[in-house]
């Protein structure tokens, strides 16, 4: 079976919401760029994000920032969010058993797989860290979306563009493909998912089906 991550994998949204999150921020006395926050917490829940802010800064955000946040992100789904080049493409190639297993709210993950018209390739199978205990790099998004599935844990592979996700996967026992063909890459990206104990990189789309296919 293989579980995807969304943002960032299957739809290019990291951009979108980091750059809400910093402009809020801003307003309320935190300056932080989208490129610090991606390198920093991608892979993290949002709430998650907030909160080690909050804390290192001495900072209380209002819940109604947090709510606006998520507003503008799924407002911005609507009209500027893409799926990762080539990503449905792939995903048929891949073929087999598949799932999603997200840092996003459930409400907000869906909705962008609707927006990309990537529902269809998943649906039912699509599962949100604020259905289990822990977010990524905890275990537990993943272990949830094989035991919905029916699948064993080992019988499983992974693809993550952060590094969290990536030791979300491995701390549940499955194999791990990194990614960084999403628009919010960086120079180094492969790298950190290698060390982080990724089995391998692939930076388009193009490459998965053969890469998962040699892992099977």
């Not at 006395?29 to 909050?54: C, E, H, L, N």
């Not at 919905?148 to 791990?176: F, K, Y």
């Amino acid at each position: 079976m293989i579980i995807f991550d969304c943002d960032g994998v299957l739809v290019d949204s990291e951009i979108i919401s980091n750059k809400v999150d910093a402009d809020l921020f801003a307003t309320i006395g935190y300056t932080i760029s989208p490129d610090q926050m991606i390198r920093r917490f991608i892979g993290m829940t949002k709430r998650s994000i907030w909160q080690v802010v909050a804390q290192e800064h001495g900072i209380a955000f209002p819940e109604a920032l947090f709510a606006k946040a998520n507003a503008e992100i799924v407002a911005r789904y609507e009209t500027d969010l893409r799926a990762v080049p080539g990503v449905a493409d792939a995903i048929r190639a891949v073929g087999g058993a598949r799932a999603v297993a997200s840092s996003s709210e459930l409400p907000k993950l869906r909705r962008a797989l609707q927006v990309t018209g990537l529902l269809p390739l998943f649906d039912p199978a699509v599962f949100s860290a604020s259905q289990v205990a822990r977010g990524k790099p905890a275990p537990d998004v993943f272990l949830f979306a094989a035991a919905e599935c029916g699948a064993a844990p080992q019988d499983c592979i992974v693809v993550e563009d952060s590094p969290a996700g990536v030791q979300a996967g491995l701390a549940a026992g499955m194999r791990v493909i990194g990614f960084t063909g999403g628009a919010h890459s960086y120079p180094g990206h492969d790298a950190r998912l290698l060390s982080e104990g990724a089995a391998v990189v692939v930076a388009h789309m193009n490459h998965l089906a053969a890469t998962v296919a040699g892992m099977r």
